[in-house]
């Protein structure tokens, strides 16, 4: 009876391992194949073919939660779109100019592409819940459907040069026309190989403050025109000139539903280059400071808090930092939210309540990783494992060797003084039109 | 005589009372800026600090400023630009949504001028006395009402002064620089050195160039490892905050450093032409000084247009051409707006403009304008705020959030302060 009884409560009491998917981990959406409705899963990086994608112009950013407005592009009047909110997914990915970011390295106005899901949990979704359907709804007032989607959980968002050098195209300018260092270009985008139907020529605003990236040098219409390549007056063919450009958007004149701005030509690869690395040093310096994100795949429980935790690190982040977790080497890992932010407990930051130990294995995956994860997964030992670091949840690791720095104020989660809102911010920042 | 006998003793008390009356009211009563004035700056309070949130749309946003303490726990302060505040950026008039966050801001600041609707929480008058633990004092000021909100390099150019190196380490394009900030012209005086750190994101601007530290390196101008004396080269920096380790209470990094007064000028133009665009879309702030109203809604407006514009906008604002003027609210959002700002605006003529002599306050432009029209609308008022477009600006329609509707909704005109969150 004795051992009966002793057996039944150490199956109980003392699990020997705990997986995503187990019961008992936080309940589980509609997926795929419940209906037509696709929800990314806590855990799993959801596949981009199931995203939704449209544009539209950063109108707000709240870069502690990682969510922001973008006015979304649809078929009617852009400028009287209402912001629309939108929360990055916890392995979601922003990019700018060329390389990885986060939401506040992106100047308001800057056009961005989206890869959009439904919200994975509605229950504690940062942003509004829509009618799932609601991108193929009229907005009225001559705005016309897909301004709004619902789709409003973004694992991509990049700006328009990094959407080119990804998909390896380019933008060929057709025509300037200029006036008073103002005036309007037309350009059509197209693989860079040429083995793609070119898209249908787009026509764009630019004006004095754009600015002109050649080499190192950094240049405006002005120059353009003291050197002789851009005319002061008229209309010139430009010959399908390959470059790269940003986009923004400013208010147009004369009734016309959408049209876009040039803040930013690149004119040769030299300067795309160049800035694409300072973006790039910005993001390391900002990933070492605030930690890699992943998630946790498993969790092997010892006894008196030992644990073996397996987690896959977040893509996107620059090589150089993965290659900075090595197997043997100590490492720290800290709970996080959806919003990445940091746990921080007493006065001493996010290390001082971190699970510390050695990486035990170090595992690249030899396929394609799917887009938000890093291929990397990772084998971590602690001896003293903590709440939060449990099977589909976020969590933030780096190696013990990296700085230990202290994020500010609004990016953690201070212990006990933390309630669920903090945690789990509403979407009642967002303002109703 | 006795002083406790009853009528003396009220005598007595009603005597101190008024020598305690007089006393409270001599005594400092806190600066509040006057509705429809342009507050004094010497009544302003300076802080600096990293600008952190922005909602631009209703010109506001956080600033962790900079205390006597750990600087990271210091939480975002709540602020809001006066409707005359200026914000300078690259030395040049900007935007709040021209600032990238983690800029580090020079503010000069007040208490509410209508505490009952202020779009950021109101805190009490002695705030910035109080200690916050670890942050210590001067991180929470309740002046949080902004007239003059500028960058690094827009402080210096204003003021005359430089950044002069003193030495630097480098290794792997990062590292610390130590310098001065002092007046552009020789001057006895020695300011304290403050060192701030640098790296590989760090940009470097010569001319019409845009560097990073590497070019610096491979051009042999720094070295690769080691320190170097950099003799009180003289350049202008942009300051912005990452986080530093526990040790170090406050320390801030260089986003830029402009190595000439070329590459300075080339990026306030750049800046200089993004804000007029802004403005010609936007139209003129100004603020009504006088209306004088005749029949069936005919009315002669007399406004004051705010300062900190590029002088080219100004100079579109001629005697006896066609104008718009249209109300606005605190935060600038135009009223109406569904169809355009144009659509409710009073039109009419500019049938005067004038300068203002004497000394212009922070936040005049010194420009007087008389604007009549033939149908005045509400918000035209004296103290109020207003847009004003010269005939010539073109018309265009503006986004969906910067424009009030009908005005049914008053959050929509007086936002209030729940979107800051506490912590």
């Not at chain 1, 981990?25 to 806590?42: I, K, L």
């Not at chain 1, 092997?300 to 073996?308: L, P, R, S, W």
């Not at chain 2, 709040?96 to 983690?102: A, F, H, K």
Request: proline share 7%; with cysteine.
């Amino acid at each position: 009876m004795a051992c009966w009884l002793i057996a039944v409560l150490t199956a109980v009491l003392v699990p020997t391992g705990v997986r995503a998917g187990d019961s008992g981990t936080e309940s589980a959406q509609p997926s795929a194949g419940a209906g037509d409705v696709f929800r990314p899963q806590a855990g799993e990086f959801p596949p981009l073919d199931k995203a939704h994608a449209y544009r539209g112009e950063l109108v707000f950013v709240d870069h502690a939660n990682r969510r922001g407005s973008i006015r979304v592009e649809g078929t009617g009047v852009f400028r009287a779109n209402d912001p629309h909110p939108f929360a990055m997914l916890p392995c979601g990915i922003v990019r700018y100019h060329g390389a990885t970011a986060a939401l506040r390295d992106i100047p308001l106005g800057t056009v961005m592409h989206v890869r959009g899901f439904l919200p994975p949990d509605p229950a504690i979704s940062a942003v509004p819940v829509l009618p799932v359907d609601n991108k193929l709804r009229d907005a009225n007032h001559n705005r016309g459907a897909g301004v709004f989607p619902a789709e409003n959980h973004v694992l991509l968002l990049e700006d328009e040069i990094s959407r080119c050098l990804r998909e390896q195209k380019i933008w060929r300018l057709l025509e300037l026309q200029i006036s008073n260092r103002q005036g309007m270009i037309a350009a059509r985008c197209e693989s860079l190989q040429g083995n793609q139907a070119a898209s249908a020529a787009e026509t764009m605003t630019f004006d004095a403050a754009t600015r002109i990236w050649r080499g190192r040098e950094y240049l405006a219409v002005d120059d353009l025109i003291a050197e002789g390549s851009w005319p002061a007056e008229g209309k010139q063919n430009l010959a399908g000139q390959g470059v790269y450009l940003g986009i923004t958007w400013k208010p147009t004149p004369g009734g016309i539903f959408t049209r876009f701005h040039i803040s930013d030509i690149w004119l040769d690869e030299d300067a795309v280059g160049r800035t694409a690395r300072i973006q790039k040093e910005t993001h390391k310096a900002f990933i070492r400071s605030r930690w890699i994100p992943a998630w946790v795949d498993s969790v092997e429980y010892g006894q008196f808090g030992k644990a073996i935790v397996t987690a896959t690190l977040f893509g996107g982040i620059d090589e150089s930092l993965y290659a900075d977790l090595k197997e043997g080497e100590r490492a720290m890992m800290a709970p996080s939210e959806n919003t990445l932010k940091h746990w921080a407990g007493g006065s001493a930051g996010t290390s001082q309540i971190a699970s510390k130990g050695p990486i035990l294995k170090v595992l690249k995956s030899g396929r394609e990783p799917p887009l938000g994860s890093s291929g990397i997964q990772i084998t971590f030992e602690t001896d003293l494992v903590t709440e939060g670091i449990r099977p589909t949840r976020v969590v933030r690791i780096r190696p013990a060797a990296w700085p230990d720095l202290h994020v500010p104020r609004e990016e953690y989660l201070q212990d006990s003084r933390a309630g669920h809102e903090d945690r789990f911010p509403t979407p009642a920042i967002f303002p109703t039109y | 005589m006795n002083l406790f006998q009853p009528g003396h003793l009220i005598a007595t008390i009603c005597f101190n009372a008024s020598l305690l009356g007089g006393i409270t009211g001599v005594a400092d009563e806190p600066f509040r800026p006057e509705i429809g004035e342009f507050p004094p700056l010497e009544e302003s309070l300076s802080w600096r600090g990293e600008l952190v949130f922005v909602d631009h749309a209703n010109r506001r946003g956080s600033i962790r400023i900079q205390g006597e303490g750990t600087y990271f726990r210091n939480s975002p302060h709540p602020f809001a630009m006066l409707p005359c505040g200026i914000v300078r950026y690259h030395g040049a008039p900007a935007e709040l949504r021209d600032i990238p966050l983690g800029t580090v801001l020079h503010a000069r600041a007040y208490l509410p001028p209508d505490p009952q609707t202020s779009a950021v929480p109101v805190l009490p008058v002695d705030s910035r006395r109080k200690n916050s633990g670890y942050s210590g004092a001067g991180i929470y000021p309740a002046e949080n009402h902004v007239l003059l909100l500028e960058d690094e390099p827009s402080s210096c150019v204003r003021e005359g002064h430089v950044w002069k190196l003193q030495h630097l380490e480098i290794r792997d394009n990062a590292g610390s620089i130590v310098a001065r900030r002092e007046a552009k012209a020789d001057s006895a005086e020695r300011a304290d050195a403050e060192t701030m750190t640098f790296d590989a994101a760090t940009r470097v601007w010569r001319g019409r160039e845009c560097l990073g530290i590497a070019d610096l390196v491979s051009d042999g101008i720094w070295p690769a490892a080691g320190k170097v004396v950099l003799n009180d080269q003289a350049v202008l920096l942009g300051v912005t905050w990452k986080p530093t380790a526990s040790d170090v209470f406050t320390r801030f990094h260089v986003s830029d450093i402009w190595l000439d007064e070329t590459a300075m000028q080339r990026a306030a133009e750049r800046q200089s032409q993004s804000h007029r665009a802004f403005i010609r879309s936007r139209w003129m702030p100004a603020v009504i000084d006088a209306v004088e109203y005749g029949k069936f809604g005919r009315a002669t407006v007399t406004a004051t247009l705010f300062g900190g514009m590029d002088q080219s906008l100004y100079d579109d604002f001629r005697k006896d051409i066609s104008a718009m003027m249209n109300g606005v609210e605190n935060t600038l959002k135009h009223t109406g707006g569904s169809y355009g700002p144009a659509h409710m605006a009073s039109r009419g003529t500019l049938v005067n403009v004038t300068k203002l002599p004497g000394e212009i306050p922070l936040g005049s432009s010194g420009i007087q304008i008389r604007f009549e029209t033939d149908l005045i609308v509400e918000g035209i008022r004296p103290g109020r705020v207003v847009r004003v477009c010269p005939g010539n600006w073109p018309q265009v329609n503006l986004p969906r959030e910067e424009y009030i509707g009908d005005g049914s909704d008053p959050k929509a005109r007086f936002p209030g302060p729940a979107i800051f969150p506490k912590y």
